[in-house]
């Protein structure tokens, strides 16, 4: 089992050019998130989706786009990359409530992504 | 807006000694508390987690202590380990929202041999 795999891993970018991060689970995960990691800031959350084909906003959406075409994958977009998204995006994945505590999430190892 | 405060922002131990990572929250809607552990180069992982309806929730060396009353829960780390020198983070849920997590902003701790 993989998990959640984030690909690529690491990523350097000039001003105003566009990329995609992409996450796969493989463990038939309904919710996905989208989180950057700054120092000091712990985890905002970017997007999320309950669901295939749902998608919705989190605490700093803005110079963001993301699409879940497949249950499987959560895609995040940066239509013109600006220096003040350089971070370290997360993608974690969970069940849909059912249990007493809730489901954790489950989180990839990131992308770390610089932007000149 | 911070809607969780999470303090030290750094933390050394020494090897055997008791870790305390302090939290405190303001949305009242919040129904799941769980703390998680991230090692360098790692995503955060889930270490352990506690519902608002009790006091305290303990698994091997780790214990959440959690005053609904004062909306403050605190991670407390017994007999501390240089294996667990990571970054911890305290987080907070709503249930009706998509199962969002609101994250403090992370301590680093350094358990010193």
């Known amino acids: 089992n993989a998990g959640v795999t984030q690909t690529p891993k690491f990523r350097v970018l000039k001003t105003g050019q566009s990329m995609t991060l992409l996450c796969a689970q493989d463990m038939n995960h309904e919710y996905m998130y989208w989180y950057r990691q700054d120092p000091g800031m712990g985890l905002r959350l970017i997007h999320y989706?309950?669901?295939?084909?749902?998608?919705a906003k989190g605490e700093v959406p803005d110079g963001y786009n993301v699409s879940r075409l497949k249950k499987q994958n959560f895609l995040l977009g940066l239509e013109s990359a600006a220096p003040s998204q350089t971070s370290v995006y997360f993608c974690a994945s969970s069940y849909r409530l059912g249990t007493p505590l809730g489901q954790p999430q489950h989180f990839g190892d990131g992308t770390r992504l610089s932007i000149l | 807006q911070q809607q969780v405060k999470q303090s030290p922002q750094s933390l050394i131990v020494q090897k055997g000694g008791i870790s305390i990572i302090n939290c405190a929250y303001e949305n009242t809607a919040f129904d799941y508390f769980p703390w998680y552990q991230q090692f360098p180069g790692k995503g955060p992982a889930l270490l352990i987690a506690?519902?608002?309806?009790?006091s305290e929730k303990k698994e091997g060396r780790f214990t959440i202590s959690f005053n609904k009353s004062a909306k403050q829960f605190s991670l407390h780390i017994m007999d501390s380990q240089p294996g667990d020198s990571a970054t911890y983070f305290c987080a907070a849920r709503r249930e009706t929202s998509g199962s969002r997590l609101t994250f403090g902003e992370g301590t680093q701790l350094t358990v010193n041999p």
């Open positions: 989706s309950v669901g295939e084909g749902t998608t």
């Open positions: 506690i519902r608002p309806d009790v």
